[in-house]
T-cell receptor, first 108, second 113 residues
């Protein structure tokens, strides 16, 4: 399973876009990139996932580089409720191996 | 959307006793469920993969005799922490593959005193 590198922490002003990077240079060809977030003392919440193409849903956008070695999760208009730890997880099967994630703090 | 329910949300038990945690898929069938453990200020660590009707697969370093997993139906997996000790105090989380993606339960906070 591919290892990931994410910033330990980030701040974002409320209402602004939050851009969370993830390096997954050892990702294999059949691994998707999943993004989950965890609000304190809760189970992880699914955000988005992709293989090669950029993806967008009601929560976020996922930009994957052409070589697939990195990706960026974009929360277009961050709110205080987006404060959480965000995990980028390359995975091809059922098993998810979580890295350390990025602790995002949205500031009023 | 698909929901995975865990019970109890929190439990306090005495050292040496056993504790059972339930994980249910509420509106879908899950042939495979996953159990994670999370210590304070750390990430989630995969403990085991629970397979309906067969033995669970444990990650390296996880004691299968201490963490008993039973997946007797397509909607229920249980994790029993046997002879619990204070170092087993942790946040235990299950997940399952639901239509539309992998869904996690809300977790169980175990405190062993």
């Amino acid at each position: 399973d591919a290892k990931t590198t994410q910033p330990t922490s980030m701040d974002c002003a409320e209402g602004r876009a939050a851009n969370l990077p993830c390096n997954h240079s050892t990702i294999s060809g059949n691994e998707y990139v999943y993004w989950y977030r965890q609000i304190h003392s809760q189970g992880p919440q699914y955000i988005i996932h992709g293989l090669k193409n950029n993806e967008t849903n009601e929560m976020a956008s996922l930009i994957i580089t052409e070589d697939r070695k990195s990706s960026t999760l974009i929360l277009p208009h961050a709110t205080l409720r987006d404060t959480a730890v965000y995990y980028c997880i390359p995975a091809r099967g059922n098993q998810f191996y979580f890295g350390t994630g990025t602790s995002l703090t949205v500031i009023p | 959307g698909a929901v995975v329910s865990q019970h109890p949300s929190w439990v306090i038990c005495k050292s040496g006793t056993s504790v059972k945690i339930e994980c249910r898929s509420l509106d879908f069938q899950a042939t495979t469920m996953f159990w994670y453990r999370q210590f304070p200020k750390q990430s989630l660590m995969l403990m085991a993969t629970s397979n309906e009707g067969s033995k669970a697969t444990y990650e390296q370093g996880v004691e299968k005799d201490k963490f008993l997993i039973n997946h007797a139906s397509l909607t229920l997996s249980t994790l029993t922490v046997t002879s619990a000790h204070p170092e087993d105090s942790s946040f235990y989380i299950c997940s399952a593959r639901a239509p539309g993606g992998y869904t996690f339960g809300s977790g169980t906070r175990l405190t062993v005193v």
